[in-house]
């Protein structure tokens, strides 16, 4: 999978994360995930699509209006990509900013996702 074929499947995964009809939500993480795909942050791992969508409405409870915007096009190779994004408010203020990295399956749908929260630490 090269960047091209990823980045339309990155995007509707980081317009699950505000899309507040439950239903739309959950067919939009099937669309881009397997089954058993995990999603790992500092906070919490979730495993599976509805969990996935349950843990997204919480978010979505937690910071009304919030949304991720990619600051970076997707870099990868062999079925493994890295992105960079921020987290922002309604009022488009940046709240959070981050990696993640994220691994397709060979047919072509997220297997997991592991998301950092920040800069990454100087050496």
Do not use: C
């Not at 995930?33 to 599976?48: A, N, Q």
């Not at 209006?65 to 203020?93: E, I, M, Q």
């Not at 900013?97 to 994220?102: A, D, E, I, K, R």
């Amino acid at each position: 999978m090269d960047a091209e074929t990823a980045l339309p499947l990155l995007n509707t995964y980081a317009a699950a994360w505000s899309e507040p009809d439950s239903a739309k939500r959950l067919k939009m993480l099937e669309a881009t995930w397997v089954s058993d795909g995990t999603y790992y942050d500092p906070h919490v791992e979730v495993i599976g699509h509805q969990a996935l969508a349950d843990y997204m409405h919480g978010f979505q409870g937690n910071v009304p209006g919030g949304h991720f915007v990619y600051t970076t096009k997707p870099d990868g190779h062999h079925n493994f990509f890295r992105v960079s994004w921020k987290l922002l408010d309604a009022a488009k203020t940046t709240l959070h900013v981050g990696t993640s990295f994220m691994q397709f399956a060979d047919e072509g749908r997220l297997v997991r996702v592991t998301g950092f929260f920040g800069e990454p630490v100087g050496a």
